[in-house]
């Protein structure tokens, strides 16, 4: 009965809720802490709530289809046009609107040994063929990857940094690789985590849209801007790129509340300021805390951070689990012998290298 495609795509596996979780391990809720998906520990914004609660009151009313508010804050925000905006229902919406766009059977799509989930996923969903080229140290080969460019290719996805593993490139080798790639392939530059990026040598994918009409960047407030759960991002591109998305969208892919919500959001910069801060001293706090256990990790410009823990990291995960702290297992992005941590509030940093001392050292 299904199209013939559909049956290859493994489906998203989501966590246990929190409560139901509690009640299998015989733990408080207040006593388990989430570091698994890539949240911001902080909670949403406090003028994010107050929006959100006199937006309430509308809620019978459809909401702004065209995201006309949030379209020009983002505008203004980065110096662009309205028309290059595309809002989404999570950047993931984006993600596979653009794979809807410009791909389909026959056509081939490239992207990194240990990219983001999303990208075989909305591959598959269109019947287009996965194109997986070999990572180097975990990160994109940008090189390899231009190379993998045939007749056939209509898009590559690059992350920047990539989630499971926050490897990064810089501003020369994006430059090096939007160089090599033919204008008819489309380029999408997943920048979900940016925000926490602090260095002079990472490129920003805005410097790059005026040269580049085929590039397409995503952008999330799912995490530095604490919004994950009420599912908005975005992407930036050329007008004529984002007129396509447009036609392709649902009419109200965005809710009332995600809409003032990352308004909201985007007009609280200490949230951000201290989002970033409580991120980079959880990030020292786990490098240092993994080093003094003898753990492995590959160095993370995201929010999070895989650290090798060996063969036996599906009894570590589970035995985490237990304690109370859950993490993400990575074997389905072919990482067995790593975990994936999202940075938390310190002393959710500190329960958890506290529990893993005891299993490491067991
Ligand atoms: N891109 C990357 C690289 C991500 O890690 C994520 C979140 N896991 C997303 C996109 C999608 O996030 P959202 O749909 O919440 O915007």
Redesign the pocket.
């Known amino acids: 009965l299904t199209r013939l495609g559909v049956r290859a795509i493994q489906p998203y596996q989501p966590g246990k809720p929190i409560d139901e979780l509690a009640r299998e391990l015989g733990l408080e809720s207040a006593n388990i802490i989430k570091l698994a ?2 949240e911001n520990p902080l909670g949403p914004s406090p003028k994010v709530l107050v929006a959100i609660e006199s937006a309430a009151t509308e809620l019978s009313r459809y909401p702004d289809g065209n995201g006309f508010v949030l379209k020009h804050a983002l505008a203004e925000k980065y110096g662009i046009q309205q028309e290059q905006v595309t809002l ?1 229902n ?4 984006v ?1 596979e609107l653009i794979a809807r766009a410009f791909a389909g059977p026959g056509d081939e799509v490239i992207f990194s040994e240990y990219a ?1 989930v ?1 990208y075989p996923h909305a591959t598959k969903a269109v019947e287009a063929t996965p194109v997986v080229v070999p990572a180097v140290n975990w990160g994109h080969d940008l090189t390899a990857m231009a190379n993998a460019v045939t007749d056939k290719t209509k898009l590559v996805f690059v ?1 920047n940094p ?2 499971p593993t926050g490897t990064w490139f810089s501003k020369e080798a994006l430059e090096a690789f939007l160089g090599m790639i033919p204008n008819q392939v489309i380029v999408v530059l ?1 920048e ?2 940016i925000e926490y990026v602090e260095d002079p040598n990472f490129p920003n994918g805005l410097d790059y849209l005026s040269q580049y009409p085929n590039l397409v960047v ?1 952008r ?4 530095a801007y604490g919004l ?1 759960g009420l ?3 975005y992407s930036l591109s050329s007008p004529a790129i984002a007129d396509i998305l447009n036609r392709l969208r649902q009419a109200f892919n965005v809710n009332s509340l995600a809409l003032v919500a990352a308004v909201a959001a985007l007009s609280d910069h200490q949230y951000l300021v201290d989002s970033i801060a409580i991120n980079q001293q959880g990030m020292a706090q786990l490098e240092s805390g993994f080093s003094e256990l003898g753990l492995n990790y590959i160095p993370s410009k ?1 929010n999070f951070i895989a650290v090798e823990v060996g063969t036996q990291s599906q009894t570590i995960y589970q035995q985490l689990l237990a304690a109370g702290v859950i993490v993400r297992p990575v074997a389905n992005y072919q990482m067995p012998n790593h975990l994936r941590v999202s940075i938390g509030l310190p002393e959710e940093n500190q329960r958890l290298l506290t529990v893993l001392k005891q299993l490491v050292a067991a």
């Open positions: 998906s890539n989404g999570g950047s993931n919406d993600l983001f999303v992350a990539n989630n997943d979900a985590y995503t999330t407030f799912s995490k994950a599912r908005v991002g995201g």
